[in-house]
């Protein structure tokens, strides 16, 4: 059966994490069980752009502070990886979010190395029932002996989840990214791109910081909840199966997880998963806000509601009084539809990526009910539902 561990952990002081990392690691047969001295370990950490540690969108750096330097102690060499989404002057800004996330600073205390996945090259990979058969992904993840995944606990306003299983679409390095958006607008199409990643490679533990989680609109939108939990695993979907439900979400909530599920990448059912550590049930995050689009992802599949909820859509809209024209959105967006001089959005187009949202570095692009009367009946019909 796949094993979750749950340890509280309060604070980041580097102590504590690493007092909690080891006790929770003791229940899945201790560090030696997967590490061993002189192997190289890839920490694949949640980099999603730059921002700081204390806005809770990426893995917090003194958690991977304190995971490289146990590695180091046992004879690891360490490297800290990911590439970040989006463009600036159209090349993305992953360089910039390890100076910022405050990973570049760690890595050089610690005597790691950065792995800026958009500068290491690539390896083509097969992928079976794809559109054209292989994908490029990061070559670190193949040539190192171990790859530990570093996912947050985060919500995401369009995929609802981000946890262990989406973590692995920062291997598909730089622009690149913006091509599987367009090549799979639908979250399901999507999820497929993220199992097939998954398929193509071996990760053999995830270890996700959710002391400090975001909530509402991740996954860098949001606001930072206190959850105080690390979660353990050698199971994404198990892990990610638990953390959701923590915050009030169901697998079939989350098309991403549900296609893993499908895909039989994990554990699914949370009455099979075994929890260890500090909990032998699932604790629950009270008042932990869901991003807004919530209500429209869990009615989508009730008849008549899915053709209704074209009326009641949510969609992106910049907000010209916090707008600062850095055109991230513009050259970030996969399909082109955002006008450069107006910020205009064309929503013949738009493929409802959120993409433009999740990088905006102002929160300039907002979500909006397209119809003040949607709205209203939105919030009627969900506090009917309550
Ligand atoms: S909406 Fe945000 S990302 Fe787009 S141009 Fe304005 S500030 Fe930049
Ligand atoms: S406008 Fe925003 S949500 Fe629409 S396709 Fe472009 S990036 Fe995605």
Same mark, same amino acid.
């Given at each position: 059966m796949a094993r979750v561990v749950i340890k509280e952990c309060g604070t980041y002081q580097i102590e504590q994490v690493t007092e909690q990392l080891n006790a929770g690691m003791e229940c899945l047969g201790g560090w030696d069980a997967f590490v061993k001295p002189g192997m190289t370990v890839?920490?694949?950490?949640?980099?999603?752009? =730059?921002?700081?540690p204390d806005t809770a969108a990426v893995t917090h750096s003194e958690f991977v502070r304190a995971i490289t330097r146990i590695l180091k102690q046992r004879g690891c060499t360490v490297w800290i990886g990911d590439s970040s989404g989006g463009a600036i002057a159209g090349t993305a800004p992953t360089e910039q979010s390890f100076v910022v996330s405050g990973l570049k600073h760690v890595a050089k205390e610690e005597g790691a190395q950065i792995k800026n996945f958009d500068r290491e090259g690539v390896k083509e990979v097969s992928i079976q029932n794809s559109s054209n058969g292989r994908m490029h992904l990061s070559k670190p993840v193949f040539q190192a002996d171990l790859v530990i995944n570093l996912p947050k606990l985060k919500t995401h306003s369009a995929a609802m989840f981000t946890g262990a299983v989406k973590n692995?679409?920062?291997?598909? =390095?730089?622009?690149?990214k913006a091509d599987y958006h367009r090549i799979a607008p639908s979250p399901e199409e999507f999820g497929q791109v993220i199992a097939n990643i998954h398929k193509a490679i071996s990760i053999e533990l995830h270890i996700m910081d959710g002391i400090m989680a975001m909530q509402g609109e991740g996954p860098t939108a949001g606001t930072v909840y206190k959850a105080n939990k690390i979660l353990i695993s050698t199971d994404p979907v198990a892990l990610d199966a638990i953390a959701s439900k923590m915050i009030g979400l169901e697998i079939d909530d989350i098309p991403i997880l549900a296609v893993a599920r499908d895909e039989m990448?994990?554990? +699914?059912d949370v009455g099979r998963i075994v929890l260890m550590g500090d909990y032998q049930s699932c604790p629950r995050l009270e008042g932990f806000r869901l991003p807004r689009y919530i209500r429209r992802f869990k009615l989508r599949n009730y008849g008549f509601v899915s053709t209704t909820l074209e009326f009641l859509k949510t969609r992106p809209r910049i907000n010209l009084e916090k707008?600062?024209? %850095?055109?991230i959105c513009v050259e970030s967006c996969p399909v082109q539809v955002?006008?450069?001089?107006?910020? +205009?959005?064309?929503?013949?187009? %738009?493929?409802? %990526?959120m993409c433009c949202h999740e990088l905006c570095g102002y929160q300039a692009v907002e979500l909006c009910k397209d119809n003040p009367l949607a709205g209203l009946l939105m919030r009627v019909y969900g506090a009917l539902r309550r």
């Open positions: 890839l920490l694949k950490v949640n980099l999603i752009g =730059p921002k700081s692995v679409f920062g291997l598909v =390095p730089g622009l690149k990448l994990g554990e +699914a707008c600062q024209h %850095c055109n955002i006008d450069q001089a107006t910020k +205009a959005i064309d929503y013949s187009g %738009c493929i409802e %990526c």
